[in-house]
């Protein structure tokens, strides 16, 4: 069942990613505006949780486990702040594929930590996603001749991995529901605390202000999708194993990169001009990925 959910996710990051570039090239003043917003629109959609409560099964975890909701949310948040970073650096579709780093770093994690043990046409499978991922990055650098994305992105990872963890850990121990609402909660003070302790962030942001009030309600739309796809990707970890569910979302560069190119040819502003550079091998790339999927399936 965990399968279902992890092949429902990838889309929802690829649309993500593309929406996110267009807001750090054309809204954000900052990139890291983008987890700031993030964090308020997310604020704007947990205050339904109220509401939704009388209707799912739950219980109120201990203290601990609330903790380290909390914790995996502000991982989830921050691994953003850097994602938006490398956004800033070079086109979605590369910097989806940094993100592969992920499912490379997540089985050595879970094996070491929780001796979480894959058969090895898994390993292979992931292997095979992670070189591909490879050749996106020697393409990257072919272009911008800058290893900045990279480096931010391997932080990215690294948080992520832990947060899927730490998830994996709190879902053992409470109700889904609790979880994934204390995890969004999380994911929203994260940005909200910055925001109202620095004089700095705070000034940066109000003076972002004017540029960022036509965008509210695409803010908000965004994160219901990614709400959508954490929820998917936190099932997926719920249901089955973290690294393989990891390892699906190794597909996002596949969507992103053939998403912004349909975009492109309709001339659509969320389209990227770097998309047409080394079509063809992007293209072989994303079908060696999907290989791997069907491999891990």
């Known amino acids: 069942m965990w399968l279902y959910y992890a092949l429902l996710g990838p889309p929802f990051w690829a649309i993500l990613n593309i ?14 505006i983008g987890a700031i917003t993030g964090s308020l629109a997310t604020g704007v959609i947990i205050l339904v949780f109220p509401f939704i409560l009388p209707y799912v099964d739950w219980e109120l975890p201990n203290l601990k ?8 949310g502000a991982l989830i ?49 992931i292997g095979v ?35 899927i963890l730490i998830e994996k850990y709190v879902f053992e121990h409470s109700t889904f529901a609790i979880s994934f609402m204390l995890i969004m909660v999380g994911v929203a003070l994260s940005g909200i605390v910055p925001l109202l302790l620095s004089p700095n962030i705070r000034t940066i942001f109000v003076k972002n202000i004017p540029k960022l009030k036509p965008f509210v309600f695409l803010f908000i739309g965004l994160e219901l999708a990614n709400l959508v796809a954490l929820y998917l ?25 053939l998403l912004t190119f349909v975009l492109l040819y309709f001339k659509n502003q969320y389209g ?15 079908g060696i990925m999907a290989l791997g999927v069907m491999q891990i399936a």
């Open 19 to 32: 929406l996110d570039s267009h807001c750090v090239g054309n809204v954000f003043d900052r990139p890291w």
């Open 65 to 72: 486990i609330i903790v380290l909701a909390l914790l995996a």
């Open 77 to 125: 948040q921050l691994s953003q702040a850097f994602y938006f970073q490398a956004l800033e650096r070079t086109e979605a579709g590369i910097v989806a594929a940094y993100e592969n780093f992920t499912p490379t770093l997540l089985p050595l994690a879970s094996y070491f930590l929780m001796g979480d043990v894959l058969e090895p046409w898994h390993y292979i499978a």
């Open 129 to 163: 996603l992670v070189i591909a991922s490879i050749c996106f990055a020697l393409i990257d650098l072919s272009r911008h001749g800058s290893w900045n994305s990279i480096f931010l992105m391997l932080i990215t990872s690294t948080l992520q991995v832990s947060a």
């Open 233 to 257: 990707s936190q099932k997926a970890v719920d249901l089955g194993s973290p690294a393989l569910s990891a390892a699906m979302e190794t597909t996002v560069p596949g969507y992103t990169f």
């Open 272 to 286: 990227n001009e770097e998309v047409r550079f080394r079509l063809r091998t992007k293209l072989v790339l994303v």
